[in-house]
């Protein structure tokens, strides 16, 4: 009988060697013995906790949703109510924040992507995070432009903020958080100065 608590941090446990085992060898290659050993487990604990490689995939995705969810609300909550542009800002650098994009977890967002064309469960994730970011821009943006403006520059700042961090992702060097942060601040500065045109 597993000992009491023991299932949370069992998986965790499988979720980082899973995004180790992705690091390594990436998703197709990243076997249930593989993250098995690189737990530190028999293969029979991940079909317990998990069913199958799929039922893991989809728990590490959403292990790194709950992150990027986490830095959004920190770093709002730590500016407290501040005006939409400071809102828009912590939205924006928490897209950026190191849980998204230390090497373990943009390869495994980059295999996630490819996957989830394939698999409708992984397709539902992939639509909730991409509908979330969208929203929280656009009502961030709807207090100071009016609405489909602020939808317009909602989808530009989304497909920004994807395509900075894809393209970081493939540079194969450290990922310049900086840069990718001035031009998605510029962007949003083109965006909200519309407000007064």
């Not at 013995?33 to 079909?47: D, K, T």
Request: charged share 20%; proline share 4%; hydrophobic share 45%.
């Amino acid at each position: 009988m597993p000992k009491v608590g023991m299932q949370p941090i069992r998986r965790l446990q499988l979720i980082n060697a899973t995004l180790q085992a992705v690091d390594q060898v990436g998703m197709g290659e990243a076997s249930i013995a593989l993250i098995a050993r690189l737990a530190g487990v028999s293969n029979g604990i991940i079909s317990h906790y998990f069913r199958d490689k799929n039922g893991l995939l989809d728990a590490t995705m959403r292990h790194l949703m709950n992150a990027l969810s986490q830095a959004v609300r920190a770093r709002r909550a730590a500016i407290g109510d501040a005006q939409p542009r400071a809102q828009l800002r912590a939205i924006i650098a928490s897209n950026f924040d190191q849980s998204q994009i230390n090497g373990p977890a943009m390869k495994t967002w980059l295999a996630f992507w490819a996957s989830s064309m394939h698999q409708p469960a992984l397709h539902r994730l992939q639509r909730i995070n991409d509908r979330r970011l969208y929203s929280n821009l656009s009502c961030e943006l709807q207090r100071v432009l009016p609405l489909e403006p602020a939808r317009a520059a909602a989808r530009g700042l989304a497909a920004l903020i994807d395509g900075l961090w894809l393209r970081g992702a493939l540079s194969g060097a450290a990922f310049d958080t900086e840069q990718a942060l001035q031009i998605a601040y510029d962007y949003l500065d083109q965006q909200l100065a519309k407000q007064v045109d």
